[in-house]
């Protein structure tokens, strides 16, 4: 790229980097430290500005680069992100929103925990979350990472490395200066710029094709050179059955995995009461559907006007695809319009991606701290403790994301985050529906459904051709695969259920039927809760 590119992009990176510790370092000045200010905000947050924070949650790298990509390189079956990641969010609002409001205080472990043995639960969940956490931060990380190296001419490894690096450095800064309202802020910023941004892309492609769709559907299958089968289903999922398999498993962890996800079901206690977290989930789900609409059109836009050679030749993975689409409708490469474009693209996929990482980062970071490091120590310590302990986990937390973003950093970004969806689908949601609608549910239950799920995943993604055996693995001058489907979920999901039924009606344990009803009455009603 040129050097109107560089110098125009990085001072919009900078703009938004400087807005962003702007509000972090003026929330921190008016914060009073509680666990409550640090975990949820205050809890002062309408459905409106949590809707469009929510929204910036969910709407990541994955969704603006990966998904954008996918659909320019294989068309149809690329689209099937869109569609699984939008349909997930009925779950959240039919099932879990309101429910997670009443019963939780901070995390899902709140929620699973209400009438178990806490200690082995919220050291179970707690573990759960953060590996579902890490995996999700390694998709942004790459995403940044193939963003900045696209910018500085796609040549130097050097430069992906070291903005990893500053991503990783960044999330700690806005999480342990600004807790969860600076936070919340930088989401809400961002999900202005990233639909006023996808908007005015939309726009400008379908007025290349004078707003015909069929014009534009034409073209994009013309370039891609499969023809019509590039509208049809098949190119990434057809043929075998191990990629039919696939798509089953894929399209089971995005439909399942979001309400899952802890930093989405932590957004739920920011809100003062469950009718406002269901309300928030209602104006999410109109700005996400608008979205993964509009991602659509980008992505087959960027088939018919960049083409899914150059996209490839870009980034193999297709991560690339928005950028050189705005790109071409500026004016092309060396052309002032060409040049504003990329560069207000760029900076607004960077914001998208330091915005979703904080996120991911403070969800993480208190399951750590009011999870794991609370029931170790026998919840004995103080909530001033307790967020000092989350402050440290983010640093920790940002280590492993940036050593794992560096490993990963030629998958795409849309693939990685579907593990993660996996990974959430399999162990967190099935003791999370559990808990909230099964009278007999036990202890153990808890325990076993989310190990039963968490486990086979993880082992399944480590022996799958994600990691070895394949040249785009991540390790691919090596051989150790074992299972055939690059996403667990067709199995590790099931297991999790299977898991968390089996260990409750083996359970030495009585269910807790006062327990049960107190948790059931205050999950429809709100009474007694936090």
Not at 1 to 15: N, P, R
Not at 61 to 88: K, Q, R, T
Not at 418 to 431: D, E, K, R, T
Request: charged share 10%.
């Amino acid at each position: 790229m040129t050097g109107d590119h560089q110098t125009l992009a990085l001072l919009l990176f900078s703009a938004f980097i400087a807005a962003t510790l702007g509000i972090t370092t003026w929330v921190s000045r008016h914060r009073h430290g509680s666990a409550e200010e640090f975990y949820a905000g205050g809890r002062l947050f309408s459905p409106l500005e949590n809707g469009f924070a929510i929204a910036g949650d969910y709407m990541s790298a994955a969704s603006f680069l990966g998904i954008s990509g996918l659909i320019a390189l294989f068309g149809y079956d690329g689209m099937l992100y869109s569609v699984g990641f939008l349909v997930a969010w009925l779950v959240v609002l039919l099932l879990v929103a309101e429910l997670v409001r009443n019963c939780g205080r901070f995390t899902l472990a709140d929620v699973v925990a209400a009438r178990m043995a806490e200690r082995p639960v919220r050291i179970a969940v707690g573990t759960s979350s953060v590996t579902v956490s890490v995996l999700y931060l390694v998709a942004q990380m790459v995403g940044a990472g193939s963003l900045v190296a696209l910018l500085l001419g796609g040549t130097s490894d050097a430069a992906r490395a070291w903005t990893v690096i500053g991503v990783g450095a960044l999330m700690v800064v806005y999480v342990s200066l600004g807790g969860m309202r600076a936070t919340t802020w930088i989401q809400i910023v961002k999900a202005v710029l990233l639909m006023a941004g996808t908007i005015a892309l939309t726009v400008l492609v379908l007025t290349r094709f004078h707003f015909d769709v069929d014009q534009l559907l034409s073209t994009a299958a013309e370039r891609s050179g499969h023809g019509r089968d590039f509208l049809a289903p098949g190119l990434r999922y057809g043929g075998d059955w191990t990629a039919r398999a696939d798509f089953v498993s894929l399209g089971l962890a995005l439909v399942l995995g979001t309400a899952g996800l802890p930093h989405i079901l932590s957004r739920f206690y920011t809100v003062p009461t469950a009718r406002a977290a269901r309300r928030s989930v209602v104006w999410s789900i109109g700005l996400i559907g608008g979205f993964y609409l509009m991602t659509i059109v980008l992505g087959f836009g960027a088939a018919a006007l960049v083409g899914p050679d150059t996209v490839r030749a870009s980034n193999a993975a297709g991560n690339t695809a928005v950028p050189l689409l705005a790109l071409d409708l500026g004016g092309g490469a060396g052309s002032t319009g060409g040049t504003v474009l990329f560069a207000v693209v760029a900076a607004v996929a960077f914001a998208t991606i330091l915005a979703v990482v904080a996120g991911i980062t403070l969800a993480s970071s208190a399951s750590v701290a009011h999870d794991l490091y609370a029931s170790l120590r026998r919840r004995s310590t103080k909530q001033h403790g307790e967020v000092a302990v989350a402050k440290l986990a983010a640093a920790g937390i940002g280590v492993a994301a940036i050593a794992l973003g560096l490993l990963a950093r030629d998958l795409n970004v849309a693939f990685l985050v579907g593990l993660a969806f996996a990974v959430a689908a399999s162990a967190n949601l099935p003791a999370l529906l559990y808990s909230l609608f099964w009278r007999r549910f036990t202890t153990r239950g808890a325990v076993w459904s989310v190990y039963g799920g968490l486990v086979p995943a993880v082992l399944l993604v480590v022996v799958s051709p994600v990691v070895s055996g394949s040249p785009e693995s991540l390790f691919p001058g090596v051989d150790f695969q074992l299972f055939p489907l690059q996403n667990p979920g067709v199995v590790s999901i099931p297991l999790g259920f299977l898991a968390g039924w089996l260990g409750t009606v083996t359970s030495p344990e009585p269910p807790d039927d006062a327990r049960h009803a107190e948790t059931e009455v205050r999950a429809l009603t709100g009474a007694g809760a936090v």
